[in-house]
C-alpha cells in the first residue's frame, strides 16, 4: 500500500506567520490529493481537493501544491482560529489513507 | 441542510459485535459512495470502508477485512457498518463520510457526521 508521510508532525507558530505542511507519497498519486482540517474535539473538514482546489468558504490564507508524490499546504498568515490538527490522504485507490497528521499550535 | 448523524456505539466487551448506523439526509444519499472512517483516542484517521452507491462494490482496510461489513438502505438513506470480533484495538470514533462526487474513485469525503464512539473492553 502507499504511504502517506507529513512533516512535520507539529508545528508551533505566530499569528500572521507563514506555516507550511508536507505530504509525501511513497508512490505517485498525481493530483488525487485532500487536506483536511480538524480542529479540537471537532469533526474533520475537507479543505482542499485534487491537491491545490480550495473548497467553498475555505479561506484564501490556505493554499495547496504539488503533484506526483510531494504535495504541500500552506497558511501564508496564521489566525488564532487555524489551531488544528491538519490531515493528507490520497483518494487515487484503494486505501484511501491519511498521513499521520500535523498540529498546527500558536506560539 | 446536508447531514449525517451516526448511532450505535457504546461499550462492548472484546470478541463481541456491534452494529452502527448513519442517516443521512439534505442530500439524494443514492447517488453517492459512502466510507466509514475511525480515529481512537488521540490518534490520527484510519479509512475503514467504501460501499458504492448501489451498494454493488465494497472495500475495506486490512485492519478490519474479514470482520466488518459494510451496507446500505437506499429506501431509508442509512449506511451501516457491522463489526464482528471486535478487539481493543477497534476500540474509536467511528465517522461516516460522503464521497464528494459520484464517482467510486477519485473523490475525498466532502461531508462527514459527528461521529458514535466504540469502546471495546472487559
Known amino acids: 500500500d502507499i504511504q502517506m508521510t507529513q512533516s512535520p508532525s507539529s508545528v508551533s507558530a505566530?499569528?500572521?506567520?507563514?506555516?507550511?505542511?508536507?505530504c509525501r507519497a511513497s508512490q505517485g498519486i498525481s493530483h488525487y490529493l485532500?487536506?483536511?482540517?480538524?480542529?479540537?474535539?471537532?469533526?474533520?473538514?475537507?479543505?482542499?481537493?485534487?491537491?491545490?482546489?480550495?473548497?467553498?468558504g475555505v479561506p484564501s490564507r490556505f493554499s495547496g501544491s504539488g503533484g506526483g508524490t510531494e504535495f504541500s499546504?500552506?497558511?501564508?498568515?496564521?489566525?488564532p482560529e487555524d489551531v488544528a490538527t491538519y490531515y493528507c490522504q490520497r483518494y487515487d485507490?484503494?486505501?484511501w489513507t491519511f498521513g499521520q497528521g500535523t498540529k498546527v499550535e500558536i506560539k | 441542510q446536508v447531514q449525517l448523524v451516526e448511532s450505535g456505539g457504546g461499550v462492548v466487551q472484546p470478541g463481541r459485535s456491534l452494529g452502527l448506523s448513519c442517516a443521512a439526509s439534505g442530500f439524494t444519499f443514492s447517488n453517492y459512495a459512502m466510507h466509514w472512517v475511525r480515529q481512537?483516542?488521540?490518534?490520527?484517521?484510519e479509512w475503514?470502508?467504501?460501499l458504492s452507491y448501489d451498494?454493488?462494490?465494497?472495500y475495506y482496510a486490512d485492519s478490519v477485512k474479514?470482520?466488518?461489513?459494510?451496507?446500505?438502505?437506499?429506501?431509508?438513506?442509512?449506511?451501516?457498518?457491522?463489526?464482528?470480533?471486535?478487539?481493543a484495538e477497534d476500540t474509536a470514533m467511528y465517522y461516516c463520510a460522503k464521497n464528494s462526487g459520484s464517482d467510486f474513485w477519485g473523490n475525498p469525503f466532502d461531508i462527514w457526521g459527528q461521529g458514535t464512539m466504540v469502546t471495546v473492553s472487559s
Open chain 1, 14 to 22: 505566530s499569528v500572521g506567520d507563514r506555516v507550511t505542511i508536507t
Open chain 2, 66 to 87: 474479514g470482520r466488518f461489513t459494510i451496507s446500505r438502505d437506499n429506501s431509508k438513506n442509512t449506511l451501516f457498518l457491522q463489526m464482528n470480533s471486535l478487539t
Open chain 2, 55 to 58: 451498494g454493488t462494490k465494497k
Open chain 1, 93 to 95: 485507490s484503494v486505501p
Open chain 2, 40 to 45: 481512537a483516542p488521540g490518534k490520527g484517521l
Open chain 1, 73 to 79: 499546504l500552506t497558511i501564508s498568515s496564521l489566525q
Open chain 2, 48 to 50: 475503514v470502508a467504501i
Open chain 1, 34 to 56: 485532500a487536506w483536511y482540517q480538524q480542529k479540537p474535539g471537532k469533526v474533520p473538514k475537507l479543505l482542499i481537493s485534487v491537491a491545490s482546489t480550495l473548497r467553498s
